[in-house]
């Protein structure tokens, strides 16, 4: 689907969407767990979709309770099924790669099918440590074959390819009613979505340490308890409305979402921030000037979801505004170190491709023009706040891709005063 954006300014107020990062975790820990689990969620998408596909494939009985905005998870309601379809959810993909060899019985074997762009993100952790293991694992076009067994015990993995496959060791080993531990060999990027992880199985009352002296974590033994959870309001999509001048309700000012941390920066551009933010317990404001002249730096390693909206609201500043460390950027559903380039390009404005991120020019206003969204959900969202700040319509080509993490973009948009048209 392509849109068209007008020029008009958002107003008024919304309810952050429940968080993806949040829900996956939670659905993924209920399915694991010893008896059946409430997860309060009152919106979907395609990859939260995905991830409750999983889980009723892993066994589970998942009952929709509209009335409570809520889902009911009864595990081992049935036998697990021979095929997966996560679509291209890397999230899903990533929690239920070794959950399912957790789960695999002796000569048994599973499919997973993956969509999009999916199909040609890496994998290779997990494959390096199932060589180790002597898992048996095939990848050919959009299947991924298992069969094997992972146990309980002592197991390694790097930290600076995607905190998901940390997560996702962790929740499969914390099933297995043993301790285990897996140890870093690299510095952990993006450590909050793990702290994420941790968070979300304690309140299933699996306890999981961090050692920073051994850099591990340490799993005690004990099964994953069930109980009711209720999501939290999602940080990555309300940065795209605050950035345009929107308040956001139903958010969590002291929540361990990497990117509520796009706050401090949002400060540094001179954005207002919120006073209930700023009475949060670790919140730092900037103490960086927002002179012309000063360059502000925005590290990419801990919150690359944010990076495009981010990238955004710099460009509406005056100054120049340099993205570092964002080596993984180029890791997602699109390489959102080209994909961004190009979408600020497109708009206008002076920005610069380097090894690792880009350095922009900001404060010169937006025309208008035709975005490529590569079919990425976050450059698609964040072309159409674009468009309400531009001079002239801008085109965004293929917006549909919205649907990955919130299928209801475009209506909140319109609520609040945007006008789009589909093409």
Not at 23 to 34: I, Q
């Amino acid at each position: 689907m392509d849109i068209q954006i007008m020029p008009h300014s958002l107003k008024g107020s919304i309810s952050a969407i429940p968080s993806k990062s949040d829900a996956h975790r939670a659905l993924f820990a209920a399915s694991l767990a010893n008896g059946p689990s409430t997860i309060y969620l009152d919106r979907l998408s395609k990859d939260l979709e995905a991830t409750l596909t999983c889980i009723e494939g892993l066994g589970c009985l998942v009952h929709h309770d509209s009335d409570q905005k809520a889902y009911h998870i009864l595990p081992d309601a049935h036998s697990m099924k021979r095929h997966f379809n996560v679509g291209e959810s890397g999230t899903s993909l990533r929690f239920l790669i070794p959950i399912l060899a957790s789960r695999l019985e002796k000569n048994q074997q599973v499919e997973i099918l993956r969509q999009g762009s999916l199909i040609n993100r890496t994998n290779q952790p997990y494959w390096d440590l199932f060589d180790q293991l002597g898992i048996y694992w095939q990848e050919e076009g959009p299947s991924i074959w298992l069969s094997g067994k992972l146990e309980a015990g002592n197991y390694q993995l790097p930290g600076n390819v995607s905190s998901q496959f940390i997560s996702g060791l962790a929740l499969a080993l914390a099933h297995l009613n043993k301790a285990s531990q897996i140890k870093l060999t690299s510095p952990l990027e993006s450590a909050a979505y793990v702290d994420m992880t941790l968070a979300s199985l304690k309140e299933f009352s699996k306890r999981i340490d961090f050692s920073h002296q051994t850099q591990a974590y340490h799993l005690l033994d004990g099964p994953i308890q069930a109980a009711p959870y209720q999501v939290e309001g999602d940080w990555s999509n309300a940065l795209f409305f605050l950035v345009a001048g929107v308040q956001v309700l139903n958010l969590t000012f002291d929540s361990l979402q990497a990117d509520r941390q796009a706050l401090s920066y949002l400060d540094k551009l001179g954005y207002p921030i919120p006073e209930s933010a700023r009475q949060s317990t670790d919140y730092h404001p900037s103490k960086t000037s927002t002179a012309s002249n000063q360059i502000v730096e925005i590290d990419a390693r801990q919150l690359p979801d944010a990076i495009p909206i981010l990238t955004l609201a710099a460009a509406r500043k005056a100054g120049i505004t340099r993205i570092v460390n964002g080596q993984r950027l180029r890791l997602k559903e699109s390489d959102r170190i080209e994909s961004t380039v190009a979408l600020m390009q497109a708009l206008g404005v002076y920005i610069q491709a380097e090894a690792d991120g880009f350095i922009l020019q900001g404060g010169q206003g937006f025309h208008g023009g035709i975005v490529d969204t590569f079919q990425d959900h976050r450059i698609a969202m964040t072309a159409a706040i674009a468009g309400s700040f531009a001079q002239e319509p801008v085109i965004i080509k293929g917006a549909d891709c919205v649907s990955k993490s919130y299928p209801h973009f475009f209506d909140d948009f319109q609520k609040l005063g945007g006008i789009y048209h589909v093409l």
